[in-house]
């Protein structure tokens, strides 16, 4: 199963400035689905928030959680979050998520 530091070490993520726990991979570097950045078949609900204008798809990891955003285009914007940063941000976007439940 992947995990924060699997996906930390593989990809080049960029601190979110302001957003302590939060990491984004520039869509240059991969924009595929986030089941593909992960690299395994996982549990990836794709749900909707007022407070984002694109789709949001959420997946729990071990050691943290990936958020992509759906674009118009079909490409995704990913974000790679710690606990603690992945909680912030779903109370951000006013997700109620349970994300203990992993497959």
Known sequence: ????????LRWD???IPGCPGR?????????????RLLNEPCAVR???STKAPDPVSVAAIDGGGLISYR???GRFIHTL???EG???KLHQ???????SSRS
């Open 1 to 8: 199963m992947s995990s924060f530091e699997d996906l930390f």
């Open 13 to 15: 993520w960029r601190p």
């Open 23 to 35: 990491y984004s991979l520039s869509p240059d570097v991969f924009s595929g689905k986030p089941e």
């Open 46 to 48: 794709e749900l909707q």
């Open 71 to 73: 674009k118009p285009n």
């Open 81 to 83: 979050n710690t606990p």
């Open 86 to 88: 992945l909680k912030r």
């Open 93 to 99: 976007l006013e997700i109620e998520q349970d994300l």
